[in-house]
């Protein structure tokens, strides 16, 4: 089992920045894939970024590259999503999740076991 936690959300203007960060426990982390998805209001939960525990490959979303930068840190069994020039189309809940999807599936829900409760970002105009 993996228990995740995310903190960091909140509410930020247009062109602003937050850093979610998610810690991880229960298990070693090797091998495993760490991805943020969000859901916004009745709207799917769908992919933002994600990256190999070991190696650090990453992977985003097109409506997210150069502005968001997903990264973790081995020590403190983190991984951390900045959000840079954030714009309101970014408001939703954001989600962590770990698991171990196929080279297909790592942008799929359902390639991740194990998911943390959800942080809220809104980003007023």
């Known amino acids: 089992q993996v228990q995740l936690v995310e903190s960091g959300g909140g509410l930020v203007q247009a062109g602003g920045s937050l850093r979610l960060s998610c810690t991880a426990s229960?298990?070693?982390?090797?091998?495993?894939?760490m991805g943020w998805f969000r859901q916004a209001p009745g709207k799917e939960r769908e992919f933002v970024a994600c990256?190999?525990?070991?190696?650090?490959?990453?992977y985003y979303v097109d409506s997210v590259k150069g502005r968001f930068t997903i990264s973790r840190d081995n020590a403190k069994n983190t991984v951390s999503l900045q959000m840079n020039s954030l714009k309101p189309e970014d408001t939703a809940v954001y989600y962590c999740?770990?698991?171990?999807?196929?080279?297909?599936?790592?942008?799929?829900?359902?390639?991740?076991?194990?998911w943390g409760q959800g942080t809220q970002v809104t980003v007023s105009s």
């Open positions: 999740a770990a698991g171990y999807p196929s080279s297909l599936r790592i942008t799929m829900n359902g390639g991740y076991n194990y």
């Open positions: 229960g298990r070693t982390l090797s091998g495993y894939y």
């Open positions: 990256i190999r525990w070991s190696g650090g490959n990453t």
